[in-house]
């Protein structure tokens, strides 16, 4: 029977059987452990049932990918949840995360949400950083737990899908599952309170049933992106998804100083946004200083 592993605390694994439409614990079988096979939240497992409410995990499929933090397999969609105030949405960040999901080969949905806080004279602003992300590809959903603005399209993108939200601590991502999921029952809180605080201590990763078919996943906002300690300069240029279009003359063309640069020349024809090609100088630098630190 197949199975579908829901939650993964320690030593602890539940999981989802469609077949009976209930959750059993699992238990690892000897060869599983012995070969190292590591078992994931958004795993589809083999199971055998040993008891009313165990049963042996016999194998493990084939991952379509593999999220790490937190882990999680097999994800459809990250929805990337920046917040437009408190804390103020910062295009770095957001570039530091979609680098991340063109990493993982996921496909990402920005959320702009807290828009019940952009003030008047912010909306064309607000409306300028939307189309920008929109004209490389990405959709881009604007949102307000506190009018309920884009809460319906949210429902559509989640619809069906295995989705993890993330995003800077604060910007509201467990108010948005509290706001679609019922019985989501996440913990929120003000952004002041939060920061600070040792709050990554519980490592339990879960999927939560969305009424509307699919998983969901919240994760614990971070204070930073820490993109330099896994990307290195080589790969930067490969996660800027616009910049593929263009064929430099160097194949490993940084577009910083070489000769024969087009994305530097799509950058002079306002083809490729200034902001992301900013961004990318400044990932570039923090990496760089990353990796001499580490030659050392
Ligand atoms: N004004 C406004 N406040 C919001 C909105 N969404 C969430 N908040 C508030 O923002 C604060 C943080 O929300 P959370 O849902 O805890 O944020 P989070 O992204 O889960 O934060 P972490 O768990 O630390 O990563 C809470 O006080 C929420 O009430 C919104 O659309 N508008
Ligand atoms: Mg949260
Ligand atoms: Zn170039």
């Given at each position: 029977?197949r199975?579908?592993?829901?939650?993964?605390?320690?030593?602890?694994?539940?999981i989802w059987?469609?077949?009976?439409?209930?959750?059993?614990?699992?238990?690892?079988?000897?060869?599983?452990?012995?070969?190292?096979?590591r078992?994931?939240?958004g795993?589809?497992?083999?199971?055998?049932?040993i008891?009313?409410n165990e049963?042996?995990?016999e194998?493990?499929?084939?991952?379509?990918?593999?999220?790490?933090?937190?882990?999680v397999?097999?994800?459809?969609?990250?929805?990337?949840?920046?917040?437009?105030?408190e804390?103020?949405?910062?295009?770095?960040?957001?570039?530091?995360l979609?680098?991340?999901?063109?990493?993982?080969?996921?496909?990402?949905?920005i959320?702009?949400?807290?828009?019940?806080?952009?003030?008047k004279?912010?909306?064309?602003?607000?409306?300028?950083?939307?189309?920008?992300?929109?004209s490389?590809?990405y959709?881009?959903?604007?949102?307000?737990?506190?009018?309920?603005?884009?809460?319906?399209?949210?429902r559509?993108?989640?619809?069906?899908n295995?989705v993890?939200?993330?995003?800077p601590s604060g910007?509201?991502?467990?108010?948005?599952?509290?706001?679609?999921?019922?019985?989501a029952k996440l913990?929120?809180?003000?952004?002041?309170?939060?920061?600070?605080?040792?709050?990554?201590?519980?490592?339990e990763?879960r999927l939560?049933?969305?009424?509307?078919?699919?998983?969901?996943?919240?994760?614990?906002?971070?204070q930073?992106?820490?993109?330099?300690?896994?990307?290195?300069?080589?790969?930067?240029p490969?996660l800027?998804?616009?910049?593929?279009?263009?064929q430099?003359?160097f194949?490993?063309?940084?577009?910083?100083?070489?000769?024969?640069?087009a994305?530097k020349?799509?950058?002079?024809h306002?083809?490729?946004?200034?902001e992301?090609?900013?961004?990318?100088?400044?990932?570039r630098?923090?990496?760089?200083?990353?990796?001499?630190e580490?030659?050392?």
């Amino acid at each position: 029977m197949r199975g579908l592993v829901v939650a993964r605390s320690g030593a602890r694994i539940e999981i989802w059987l469609p077949e009976q439409r209930r959750i059993a614990l699992g238990i690892p079988r000897g060869k599983l452990q012995k070969h190292g096979e590591r078992i994931y939240a958004g795993d589809w497992v083999d199971v055998r049932i040993i008891s009313p409410n165990e049963v042996a995990i016999e194998g493990v499929e084939e991952r379509a990918n593999l999220l790490t933090q937190p882990p999680v397999a097999n994800v459809d969609k990250m929805l990337l949840v920046m917040s437009w105030h408190e804390p103020d949405f910062s295009n770095l960040v957001l570039d530091g995360l979609l680098a991340q999901a063109e990493f993982l080969n996921l496909a990402a949905t920005i959320v702009i949400n807290k828009v019940d806080l952009a003030l008047k004279r912010e909306l064309p602003r607000l409306e300028r950083w939307g189309k920008l992300y929109e004209s490389l590809g990405y959709p881009v959903l604007k949102a307000s737990i506190k009018t309920g603005d884009g809460l319906s399209q949210l429902r559509e993108v989640m619809r069906g899908n295995l989705v993890v939200l993330a995003g800077p601590s604060g910007s509201g991502k467990s108010s948005i599952l509290n706001a679609l999921i019922p019985g989501a029952k996440l913990r929120t809180g003000e952004v002041s309170e939060k920061l600070g605080r040792g709050r990554h201590s519980t490592t339990e990763v879960r999927l939560l049933p969305n009424p509307n078919g699919g998983w969901v996943v919240d994760t614990p906002g971070f204070q930073r992106v820490d993109l330099p300690s896994w990307v290195n300069t080589d790969t930067l240029p490969k996660l800027y998804r616009e910049f593929t279009n263009y064929q430099c003359e160097f194949n490993n063309c940084t577009h910083t100083v070489e000769p024969g640069c087009a994305v530097k020349e799509a950058l002079k024809h306002g083809e490729i946004p200034k902001e992301r090609y900013q961004t990318y100088l400044f990932w570039r630098d923090a990496i760089r200083r990353v990796e001499r630190e580490r030659k050392k």
